[in-house]
């Protein structure tokens, strides 16, 4: 037998890790905006420790999924034969399926020669018992590609034992199961997220070595500009930690942007869409903060300090603007019950 599933696209969101390409490539293949359910969290946590960090909540996937009517199905053996074999029914049904490979296998097979990390999610779509070769789609923007390998070499590359931490299942897979028809998202909904968004970045802190929400921002904007006494080496590796972290802040402000403006044209709230222009901006802001540290590590260390800091001070003064605008939204929203379509229009 053989099968082979069209029309999955890549994914064109540059700053995506690879979870959520794939989950951005399968969405689209079933005509559904991604941003909306992998994006919405509004949050800040900034921890003064030695090794400082900032974070944001792991965004729910499978959760915010099922507020969309998405169900997210995963499951896991220590048996490829039999795993192979539950993957195949699905492409049967014509569901395209995920999994995670050791990519490093694939790369020495001269095959995704680009990608050189080990645990990368990758979409399955076909296969040929004839030939005995499986179709795999790796929607990574950085490094598109769709082809078909041979089938031991595609189940070595499934085997993760060699990456996995501590005795788990080495074989994984998963799919999405979409609704016949939009399902519908009570307005209350949409409010309970803003009120915890709200709540997240009002606050202060949760323990000694923690700020929180936008008095988070301004305190690591206040530090920033006493790092110049930092060793060089400790300075540049602050830096770069900045930028993959900056980077994620720039990406939750990106889809909460996004996540409004679905809101307002929803639920008729013109707030919400004057809100989600705000986090476009702010989102931007982030971006050249987290470009400015790029910047800083590579070449130009202690002279952009003053320009970051400077940077994280506006981003303060903007996400404290929209933070106001949020809790002059917060009564409407909680006063009403209306239900909203949730599929994007």
């Given amino acids: 037998m053989k099968k082979r599933i069209s029309g999955i696209p890549f994914c064109t969101n540059r700053h995506y890790n690879c979870l959520h390409v794939v989950l951005d490539s399968l969405l689209r293949y079933y005509q559904w905006e991604p941003s909306l359910p992998i994006f919405y969290n509004w949050d800040f946590f900034y921890f003064r420790s030695e090794s400082f960090s900032t974070k944001s909540r792991p965004a729910p996937l499978f959760a915010m999924l099922q507020q969309f009517g998405i169900e997210a199905f995963s499951y896991t053996s220590d048996d490829g034969s039999s795993a192979w074999n539950e993957v195949k029914k699905r492409l049967d049904g014509d569901t395209p399926v995920a999994i995670n490979i050791d990519v490093f296998h694939l790369a020495g097979a001269g095959f995704f020669p680009r990608q050189r990390h080990s645990g990368h999610q990758i979409i399955v779509a076909g296969y040929n018992d004839e030939t005995g070769t499986v179709h795999l789609i790796d929607p990574s923007p950085w490094a598109p590609s769709a082809r078909d390998i041979p089938l031991n070499l595609f189940l070595s590359c499934w085997d993760t034992r060699a990456i996995a931490r501590g005795h788990q299942p080495c074989f994984d897979w998963h799919w999405l199961d979409m609704p016949d028809e939009p399902p519908s998202v009570r307005l209350r909904h949409v409010a309970a997220i803003l009120q915890r968004n709200l709540a997240s970045m009002s606050a202060t802190s949760l323990q000694a070595d923690c700020v929180q929400g936008v008095a988070g921002i301004e305190q690591l904007a206040e530090d920033v500009g006493t790092w110049v006494e930092?060793?060089?080496?400790?300075?540049?590796?602050?830096?770069?930690?900045?930028?993959?972290?900056?980077?994620?802040?720039?990406?939750?402000?990106?889809?909460?942007?996004?996540?409004?403006?679905?809101?307002?044209?929803?639920?008729?709230?013109?707030?919400?869409?004057?809100?989600?222009?705000?986090?476009?901006?702010?989102?931007?802001?982030?971006?050249?903060?987290?470009?400015?540290?790029?910047?800083?590590?590579?070449?130009?260390?202690?002279?952009?300090?003053?320009?970051?800091?400077?940077?994280?001070?506006?981003?303060a003064a903007q996400e404290r603007k929209a933070l106001e605008h949020l809790a002059a939204c917060s009564p409407t929203l909680k006063s009403s019950n209306r239900s909203v379509a949730s599929h994007p229009r």
Wanted: aromatic share 8%; hydrophobic share 40%.
């Fill in 230 to 315: 930092c060793e060089k080496q400790a300075l540049k590796s602050r830096l770069n930690q900045c930028t993959e972290l900056f980077l994620d802040v720039a990406l939750n402000r990106e889809g909460h942007g996004a996540f409004l403006h679905y809101a307002s044209q929803n639920c008729g709230l013109d707030d919400l869409n004057v809100l989600s222009r705000e986090f476009e901006s702010i989102s931007q802001s982030w971006f050249v903060a987290k470009n400015l540290c790029f910047k800083g590590a590579l070449k130009e260390t202690t002279k952009l300090i003053p320009r970051i800091q400077a940077r994280l001070h506006a981003i």
